[in-house]
């Protein structure tokens, strides 16, 4: 086992925990410093749990018995009413239960919040980390982990930023309880789908708030992909109710009310019936712009970017989460291997990670392109729908 080593990691989020729980587990003393001073666990929405991340609870000795919940079937609505059905059995989870999982098995001491990264130095075997608060931290391995705005990525990558697909995400969480009988029996438990021109919309059960999987206290997730020109749209989109521009998503609770009426207006005039009702459900519902990131090195001497600092994935593939917790696996293999060199560590293990960033990002491009969401094809215009 590893010992004697540090790693800082730059982002408290999924990435930067799983990172964090791996590399303790082979022995590696771990920091990690998050930006917010607020905790993360109200975050996100729906998360397929993918043997990726099985597998880092797993080495972690995390128990993930009771992590989501199991859909059997796909059910595919149609406009005539009937259903086209498809066996297929998956577990669906949410952000905020691998979170807190995760945070649980991460020593409160080690995770440092409202630590805003300013810049780093290399210095021989060490990497230095500068906060805004003018705190250092130094350690053997500096671990970008912070996500799409990452500041890691901006020092070392200052031209590369994630680039708008075309389209966002409309989400929503609905408890189980809020939601009709009849519309409920159909959502429950199965993975649901309504393709349309241009454009579908899905929804699955994940845990209640409190990580509940009884049923009654569990949520229905769902998503909507929707088409939005980033020149003369997108602003309006992701400015919110208090009128601030935000970068890339608006979060539950906070979506402009004329942003959210036309949203809610349209799903009435363009949804079947069952998701039309899911959505008058809704009381936050959010946004996020489908973003593109790939980077053409994920190590820099003793600096690395894993998970959404690196390539960000369109949520089609499933795999933005998987992707950080096989980026941490391998990261950990790789320092076990070569424990008494980081930087051929790091070497070995940054092939394979480009390799997968690259197949992630090209195959959520492919997927979008096969399902027409890009801009330019057909997308709603508010003036003719609304």
Known sequence: ?????????????????????????????????ERSPRTLSSRGGGVVLQPDVVEAFNIAGIPHDKLGVVATERYYLQDNGS??????????????????????????????????????????????????DGSKATGDLLIGADGSTSTVRQILLPTYDPMYAGYVGYRGLVDEKDLDPETAAIMTERFVFYQFRNSHILQYVIPGEDESLEPGKRRFNWVWYVNYDRDTELRRILTDKNGKLRDYSIPPGMMADDVEREMRDYAQSVLVEPFQKLITAT??????????????????????????????PRPHTAASVSKAAANAIALMDALQENEHNVNNALKAWELDQLALGMHLWKRGQDLGETSQFIYGKEKWQPSKSV
């Open 1 to 33: 086992m590893t010992v004697n080593r540090k790693a800082i990691v730059i982002g408290g989020s999924l990435s930067g925990l799983f990172t964090g729980v791996l590399l303790r587990s082979v022995g590696w003393e771990v920091d990690i410093y």
């Open 283 to 312: 009381k936050e519902p959010f946004v996020q712009s489908i973003l593109d990131l790939g980077v053409p090195n994920m190590v820099f001497d003793r600096v690395a970017l894993i998970g959404d600092a690196a390539f960000i």
């Open 83 to 132: 259903i086209q059905r498809m066996p297929m059995r998956q577990t669906l989870t949410s952000w905020n239960t691998l979170y807190n999982h995760l945070k649980r098995h991460f020593p409160d001491e080690h995770y440092h919040q409202g630590k805003s990264l300013t810049n780093l130095q290399q210095q021989g075997e060490q990497v230095t980390a500068i906060f805004a």
